[in-house]
């Protein structure tokens, strides 16, 4: 009985999103709500976190807006508001919350590419 229970709250998995890791640079499509217009709008980054897990699991993208200024976005893996996820890029990373990212700007900021073969 409990099983059922729980499936009734879970909310669906959003099929677009695959599986992320941190250090992965991605482009999220997300769909934004102006007024009565709606729109898809298109975030360009690096996952600098994943917090959670299963249908609640978020996650985080770091992208450099205009001047050099940091922007982080966090969303909602399973979120109906997220139309598709590319992943461009994996990074070779030692740790789960690339947080250092944020004092380096530059060359200082890239990432080791993870080679697939």
């Known amino acids: 009985m409990s099983d059922l229970l729980l499936k009734a709250f879970d909310a669906q998995k959003n099929e677009n999103v695959p599986d992320l890791l941190p250090g992965d640079g991605v482009t999220v499509y997300v769909r934004v ?3 009565r217009r709606e729109r898809v709008q298109m ?3 690096t996952v600098i976190r994943i917090m ?3 249908v609640n699991q978020k996650f985080t993208v770091r992208r450099m807006a205009a001047n050099g200024i940091g922007v982080e976005l966090t969303f909602l893996t399973h979120s109906p508001r997220i139309e598709k996820l590319e992943i461009h890029r994996r990074s070779h990373v030692r740790r789960s919350r690339l947080y250092y990212l944020r004092d380096r700007t530059g ?3 890239r990432l080791r ?3 697939t073969y």
């Open 33 to 35: 709500v102006e007024g």
């Open 43 to 45: 975030i360009r980054g």
């Open 52 to 54: 959670g897990g299963g």
């Open 107 to 109: 060359k200082s900021a």
């Open 113 to 115: 590419e993870k080679r």
